[in-house]
């Protein structure tokens, strides 16, 4: 194991594991950690990369449908950021750039898109974010660092109820003067677990059977109500 | 103090598996018991209104359509055994119905999948709705307001049925309960029409079926409700399965919540119901259609919040 004193910063976090339980409302992670000298901690959590598809909607013949359509590819199914003080007073735009910090900075690949959505891809992309900031699945404030003395720090991270499952990585970097001095990544996962997990595994691996089960059970739901009612 | 009280009860989240969001349990719930009681005070299924109100409340629309089928069966079930225990069961018809209302639901699963897959499958359910609540609903304000005329008259009821040319379509077959000699391409067409519709619209069909049975087959309306409980058993039974098997789309908890609440909500209304003149229930019924199917129009040709729709694909773990 190397030594903690090697790097500038070390942090880690409360659970490597967080379970979508049926009760599950959103979690508070906890990330915690120790810098060798006073300085600025930014943090971005984010996960899985998926490919997500975005319609426009526009009118016909009155009603509101959908019509064209990009594809983008590499868009984290959640994005937060917590920071010890105001991002844009930690760093300069270049360096959030250059490490792709911030919901603006995200490298999201065009994969395809119709003919005449060429022009307006950026549209797509910008309604992609506003929605996702809107649902809080994309944050540049999802939590705080703080401080305790000078050199330990931790922070809470926001996940909203509707956080998806999969692979997140945490990276946390060390900002002295305005520049990177140090970072660490920190592997999270997020699953289902328990019964609910078991539900939807079920459904998508023997969708079949889950059928037949769904259908005794509302059967049985059904004969049940009737014979509770009929005795009245 | 009553606020704290409803916050406190709505805060018994509960996170639905298939349709991947956190809700509260007394909604669902509450949501099952009262369009439980409306379907009790009308005997019909009531997932015309169930489907809609899960879609406004956050459940995917997909979702909201394929849980729906599942809810119909358990609510059909208990309906039927009423039914049969009084003799007002056409099983002949039932099964005419039922050949037809598997051949549509099929054709309904597949369009379903098609339209899932192209991204246009929330504007055809809401389309879906508008056209078929907002014409059934506006004849039968119409029927029922002549219904109510002719109480205050007291003028005789109308003939049974007209012959039409349907009569003269081949296969006839005596459907010995329902009193009649028809083709039996008749009752097939209809449930086809009608599986075809619901498996689309994720709902029982008997708004749509009832009014066939009566205006289009002629049959004696002591025997509709039970006929058409038992066929929409089978079929949205089929649906259930086929959803789950080829859309993934049925949310087990979520069904089993809303049942709770219906079948309770349903006494309830049966209860209330048998007290009410038939005539005005019909008013009332159509009259709820009817603002179903405007509410329903209104969100389609108004100007949307969200101009963009985002679809999630893959990422399934």
């Given at each position: 194991m190397r030594p903690a004193a090697a790097k500038s910063i070390v942090a880690d976090i409360d659970h490597h594991l967080i379970a979508i339980t049926t009760d599950f409302s959103g979690e508070e992670v906890l990330i915690f950690g120790a810098v060798d000298q006073p300085g600025d901690v930014v943090m971005s959590l984010w996960g899985p990369l998926t490919q997500v598809q975005v319609h426009r909607k526009e009118r016909v013949a009155g009603i509101w449908i959908n019509r064209d359509m990009v594809t983008f590819g590499d868009v984290p199914g959640f994005y937060g950021i917590a920071a010890s003080r105001p991002l844009a007073d930690i760093l300069s735009p270049g360096v959030l750039e250059q490490y792709r910090l911030g919901v603006g900075h995200l490298q999201i690949k065009t994969l395809s898109a119709d003919s005449n959505t060429l022009q307006s891809v950026n549209d797509y992309q910008e309604a992609l974010l506003q929605q996702r900031e809107k649902a809080s699945?994309?944050?540049?404030?999802a939590g705080r660092v703080n401080f305790i003395g000078d050199t330990l720090f931790r922070a809470n991270l926001r996940l909203p109820s509707t956080v998806p499952t999969g692979k997140f990585l945490i990276e946390v970097y060390l900002v002295r003067d305005g520049q990177i001095i140090d970072a660490q990544t920190i592997p999270l996962v997020i699953s289902k677990v328990g019964f609910g997990a078991d539900i939807y595994r079920f459904a998508n691996r023997h969708g079949f059977a889950y059928g037949v089960v769904a259908l005794v059970l509302s059967l049985a739901l059904g004969w049940l109500a009737h014979l509770i009612f009929r005795r009245r | 103090m009553l606020s704290a009280l409803l916050d406190w009860l709505l805060s018994f989240q509960i996170y639905?598996?298939?349709?991947?969001i956190s809700i509260s349990v007394p909604l669902l719930l509450a949501l099952g018991g009262g369009v439980g009681f409306l379907s009790g005070l009308?005997?019909?299924?009531g997932g015309f209104l169930l489907t809609p109100l899960l879609i406004f409340i956050g459940i995917p629309p997909a979702v909201a359509v394929g849980t729906q089928s599942n809810q119909v069966v358990a609510s059909s079930v208990s309906g039927v055994l009423v039914h049969w225990g009084r003799g007002n069961v056409d099983f002949m018809m039932g099964v005419a119905l039922l050949i037809g209302g598997v051949f549509g639901s099929s054709i309904g699963i597949v369009i379903f999948s098609l339209l899932k897959h192209f991204g246009q499958i929330d504007v055809v359910i809401a389309i879906s709705y508008v056209v078929t609540l907002g014409a059934l609903g506006l004849l039968m304000l119409v029927e029922s307001i002549q219904a109510l005329r002719r109480v205050r008259r007291k003028a005789p009821p109308r003939k049974l049925h007209q012959h039409t040319?349907?009569?003269?379509?081949?296969f006839k077959f005596r459907f010995k309960k329902s009193r009649l000699y028809i083709s039996a391409l008749l009752p097939i067409a209809i449930g086809a029409m009608v599986g075809l519709m619901s498996a689309i619209?994720?709902?029982?069909g008997a708004f749509m079926l009832v009014p066939a049975m009566i205006?289009?087959?002629?049959?004696?309306?002591?025997v509709v409700i039970g006929t058409s409980l038992f066929q929409i058993i089978f079929v949205s039974g089929y649906v259930t399965i086929l959803q789950s098997w080829?859309?993934?789309?049925?949310d087990i908890l979520l069904s089993l919540l809303l049942t709770v609440g219906s079948v309770v909500g349903a006494q309830v209304g049966g209860r209330v119901g048998v007290r009410l003149p038939g005539e005005q229930l019909r008013f009332l019924l159509a009259s709820l259609i009817v603002l179903m199917a405007l509410l329903l129009l209104i969100e389609l040709v108004r100007r949307p919040a969200e101009l963009y729709a985002i679809t999630t694909l893959g990422g399934l773990h």
């Open positions: 699945l994309y944050a540049e404030k | 639905l598996p298939i349709a991947e009308f005997g019909v299924g040319w349907a009569h003269g379509l081949p619209m994720g709902v029982g205006y289009l087959l002629g049959m004696p309306t002591s080829q859309n993934h789309a049925v």
